[in-house]
């Protein structure tokens, strides 16, 4: 006789690895402090369980909301992470996603789950609760090599920005020093920087100019089969 087999008993969660960058600082990661058990207290990347009658961008968008107050200019799924023992309460698959925003456009509201929402530099996280420093770990490498093939980086920077801000974004995402001369010269034969009329002072050199990111333009170019390359 065949023993029946158990039905599955599987939660499906999101999690959301999100970037923001300051001027001439770390890339940093947000993170919400947990006000219920398991890791009570503790440090996690802002997420939940998805409603049984909820898509999965619906999910993470509404859990953003909810703990941390924003609403990512860039996001898209990450991976799906699933080990057995991941959540000490229940069997969880979670769908971890990578947004992008300007922290400079976002102000932090905690709720729901979470005591406290915070932006941490990359460099100095506190320890995490579940499997989430493994989730960083992938998306942090996903951003390193995404950013260099397609220009999501402006999603980091100011509306209007002087090229320096750019350089310096780039270098601290990928974690090396640039070519200077020809990450510009690669950038600008591209098109998809508009010039302003403004200027900004840094330093004791001359001000530099301010440009705009040409997204309609991008679109044009990607609709071509454009490969948007800095290397």
């Known amino acids: 006789m065949n023993t029946p087999k158990k039905l599955q008993d599987i939660k499906v969660a999101v999690d ?10 770390d890339l940093q990661i947000l993170l ?14 802002p997420g939940g369980l998805v409603l049984d009658d909820e898509n999965l961008d619906d999910a993470v968008k509404r859990e953003l909301h909810e703990e941390a107050g ?3 200019d860039f996001l898209e799924q990450l991976y799906t992470f699933g080990n057995v023992g991941r ?8 769908v971890a996603y990578l947004g992008l925003v300007n922290p400079s456009y976002h102000e932090l509201s905690a709720d729901s789950d979470a005591d406290d929402a915070r932006w941490f530099s990359v460099n100095r996280l506190p320890a995490l609760a579940f499997d989430h420093q493994t989730i960083i770990d992938l998306a942090l490498k996903r951003l390193r090599t995404k950013i260099q093939y397609q220009p ?16 310096n974004l780039y270098k601290t995402i990928i974690g090396q020093e ?9 950038i600008m034969s591209y098109g998809l920087l ?11 050199g001359r001000p530099g100019k301010m ?3 040409n997204q309609e333009k991008y679109k044009e170019l990607e609709e071509q089969g454009f490969y948007f390359e800095i290397k």
């Open 178 to 186: 640039i070519d200077r001369r020809n990450f510009r010269k690669k």
């Open 211 to 213: 440009f705009t990111f």
């Open 152 to 167: 999501i980086g402006f999603n980091l920077l100011n509306d209007e920005f002087p090229f320096s801000d750019l350089e």
């Open 16 to 25: 959301a690895v999100v970037f923001g960058y300051f001027d001439k600082e």
């Open 194 to 204: 508009n010039e302003t009329n403004n200027f900004k002072k840094e330093g004791s």
């Open 32 to 45: 919400i402090k947990r006000n219920i058990e398991p890791f009570k207290g503790g440090w996690a990347l």
């Open 87 to 94: 959540d000490p309460r229940n069997r969880v698959v979670s």
């Open 70 to 72: 924003i609403n990512p």
